[in-house]
């Protein structure tokens, strides 16, 4: 049953969704504000979920914008289980990417959702994933906002990536910046790259994920609606 969320002048809608990849079903909650044209689909980083505090406040906002939000697992509690033991599968970008293009195509499929520009959010290891799966499904993806990710993991990617994208990290996360601007140089596409002052990796300083937050819906309105 749809749940509503309360936003400053906007009614959502919000449900819990189970989303096909290969045999596996992945848990989520899709979330969409009355009137919304663009959906950010959030790709978790390692060792997280979808129930990731700092995604949550993410997603939020974005929502206050009037944009949708899917945020769902991208490994199966089997999975998280054995990932929580080896740290092996939070890096395997591949399989990562392949799950998010599912949920891409998922989106593209249904019936209250096919008509929305598409956008990802990635958070560390899941920047990598997300840039991965935007450089396969080109311009289907309207826009693409890495906090705090590892762009770098994309790899030959990169230089594929259509979508606009914005790497926003921490000032006092330097080695996570360093991989971002060796990233930046790739990218072909529309690009930016924001360093929020006195913040470190998770952004748990004072004002500093809501900086993120204001980038991010900030980034995604102007790409996902866009015309």
């Known amino acids: 049953m749809n749940a509503q969320i309360a936003a400053p002048g906007i009614e959502t809608r919000a449900w819990p969704v189970q ?11 899709l979330a969409l504000p009355v009137g919304a044209t663009g959906v950010v689909l959030f790709a978790h980083g390692s060792g997280s979920s979808r129930h990731s505090p700092r995604n949550q406040a993410v997603a939020q ?20 289980a054995v990932d929580m033991r080896t740290g ?25 959702t096919r008509s929305l520009r598409v956008g990802y959010f990635g958070a560390s290891t899941g920047g990598g994933a997300a840039l991965v799966a935007a ?7 309207g826009a693409v906002v890495s906090r705090g990710g590892r762009p770098d993991l994309a790899g030959e990617a990169l230089p594929r990536v ?23 140089v790739q990218l072909r596409c529309e690009k930016a790259l924001e360093i929020v002052p006195r913040a470190t990796h998770l952004f748990e300083e004072p004002g500093a994920l809501e ?3 204001r980038l991010a819906s900030e980034w995604f309105r102007n790409h996902l609606q866009r015309g």
């Open 19 to 29: 989303i096909p990849s290969g045999p596996l079903r992945l848990e989520g909650e």
């Open 61 to 80: 906002v974005i929502r206050d914008a009037g944009i949708g939000t899917l945020l769902f697992d991208l490994l199966t509690r089997e999975e998280e």
């Open 88 to 112: 092996h599968l939070r890096f395997d970008i591949g399989l990562l990417a392949r799950r998010l293009v599912d949920a891409t195509r998922w989106i593209a499929a249904g019936a209250e």
């Open 135 to 141: 450089a396969e499904l080109g311009s289907a993806i």
């Open 162 to 184: 259509q979508s606009p994208t914005l790497l926003i990290v921490g000032e006092r996360d330097e080695l996570v910046i360093e991989l971002n601007e060796q990233a930046y």
């Open 211 to 213: 900086e993120v937050a």
